[in-house]
């Protein structure tokens, strides 16, 4: 599985971003995706989880409420629609695929993509 992330840009504080994940293959449907985040000299911090089927998410407890994940199968694509947007939500936004529901782990995911990045102004 190939992945592309997009979607990233400059936005003020309140703002909202959709950010998109396109996969390349015919297995995407069989794969469960997460989004992750790094900022500038930091680790890479679990974002949010979707099930294969769209049926589960799984949010960190500092975006939920906030941004939603979701995933269209047909289109071989997953989204993240991030609403009032935070500075400390700046940061490279990359996703991922594993064969794991709801891995919340890095380590658990097999296919990243290349990130884009989320700028957030105060």
């Known amino acids: 599985v190939q992945l592309q992330a997009s979607g990233g840009g400059l936005v003020q504080a309140g703002g909202s971003l959709r950010l998109s994940c396109a996969a390349s293959g015919r297995t995407f449907s069989t794969y469960n995706m997460g989004w992750f985040r790094q900022a500038p000299g930091k680790g890479r911090d679990f974002v949010a989880a979707?099930?294969?089927?769209?049926?589960?998410?799984y949010y960190a407890d500092f975006v939920k409420g906030r941004f939603t994940i979701s995933r269209d199968n047909a289109k071989n694509t997953v989204y993240l629609q991030m609403n009032s947007l935070k500075p400390e939500d700046t940061a490279v936004y990359y996703c991922?695929?594993?064969?794991?529901?709801?891995?919340?782990?890095?380590?658990?995911?097999?296919?990243w993509g290349q990130g884009t990045l989320v700028t957030v102004s105060s």
């Open positions: 991922a695929a594993t064969r794991i529901t709801l891995a919340t782990l890095a380590s658990s995911y097999d296919y």
């Open positions: 979707i099930k294969w089927s769209g049926g589960s998410t």
